[in-house]
């Protein structure tokens, strides 16, 4: 017995592990697809253009989307991404060791805003998209302690923005958080599941 209403699977746009159980856990079948676009090129384009990182987060699931959606005419695509801004500077993926501490030593003590944004595609059109912002209050750490964090986490900082995944060791790092946890994860699932129900795909 499934709530999943569809005859094809859910089309994730993304190879993230943490996006992928998310939506396994929530009952939903899904083909996982890697997504043939420079991301960091498009989200470096898109950060001359625009200044909010709430648009820039959403155009970059949109982009992703679209990119696949082109595969999948008669399937659900779904692609999301996350901007991370302390103030007027955003943040990207650290490239290695060296600039995830340098992200860690500017966000700590700081409070941060975490941007998630979720995009549905289908039919070659965009029926679906929305934001969420989480609020992360990072705690103050000294160089020891980003050091042993870092050392700890290994490789797994440079996969993620702000040098954390806060289902793993990155819980260390904050004082407070206000927001869905499943936003703070990369995927704003409930009010996606609330579309895919009003669209007929889940079971009312």
């Not at 982009?63 to 007027?88: P, S």
């Not at 805003?113 to 992360?136: I, K, P, Q, W």
């Given at each position: 017995?499934?709530l999943?209403k569809?005859?094809?699977?859910?089309?994730?746009a993304?190879?993230?592990?943490t996006?992928?159980?998310?939506?396994i856990?929530?009952?939903?079948p899904?083909?996982?697809?890697?997504?043939?676009l420079?991301?960091r090129a498009l989200?470096?384009?898109?950060?001359s253009?625009?200044?909010d990182?709430?648009?820039i987060?959403l155009?970059?699931?949109?982009?992703?989307?679209e990119t696949v959606?082109m595969r999948?005419?008669?399937c659900?695509?779904?692609?999301?991404?996350?901007?991370?801004?302390?103030?007027?500077i955003q943040?990207?993926?650290p490239?290695?060791i060296?600039?995830?501490?340098?992200?860690?030593?500017?966000?700590?003590?700081?409070t941060?805003?975490l941007?998630s944004?979720?995009?549905?595609?289908r039919?070659g059109?965009c029926?679906?998209e929305?934001?969420?912002?989480?609020?992360m209050?990072?705690?103050?750490f000294?160089?020891a302690?980003?050091?042993?964090?870092?050392?700890?986490a290994?490789?797994?900082?440079t996969?993620?923005?702000g040098?954390?995944?806060?289902?793993?060791?990155?819980v260390?790092?904050?004082?407070?958080?206000?927001?869905?946890?499943?936003?703070?994860?990369g995927?704003?699932?409930?009010p996606l599941?609330?579309?895919?129900r009003?669209?007929?795909a889940?079971?009312?």
């Amino acid at each position: 017995m499934t709530l999943w209403k569809e005859k094809s699977p859910l089309i994730l746009a993304s190879t993230s592990a943490t996006r992928l159980q998310l939506l396994i856990a929530a009952g939903l079948p899904v083909k996982a697809v890697t997504v043939d676009l420079d991301e960091r090129a498009l989200e470096f384009s898109l950060q001359s253009k625009l200044a909010d990182p709430r648009t820039i987060a959403l155009e970059l699931a949109k982009a992703k989307a679209e990119t696949v959606a082109m595969r999948y005419a008669d399937c659900w695509v779904l692609a999301a991404d996350q901007t991370l801004a302390l103030g007027n500077i955003q943040f990207h993926k650290p490239i290695g060791i060296h600039q995830a501490a340098e992200h860690l030593r500017m966000l700590s003590g700081q409070t941060h805003h975490l941007n998630s944004a979720v995009c549905l595609y289908r039919d070659g059109v965009c029926r679906f998209e929305h934001v969420e912002t989480a609020m992360m209050k990072m705690r103050s750490f000294g160089e020891a302690f980003v050091a042993d964090y870092l050392d700890a986490a290994g490789d797994a900082v440079t996969r993620s923005v702000g040098a954390y995944q806060m289902e793993g060791l990155g819980v260390h790092l904050f004082e407070r958080i206000e927001g869905d946890h499943a936003t703070i994860l990369g995927l704003p699932i409930l009010p996606l599941l609330a579309f895919l129900r009003s669209a007929g795909a889940l079971e009312s």
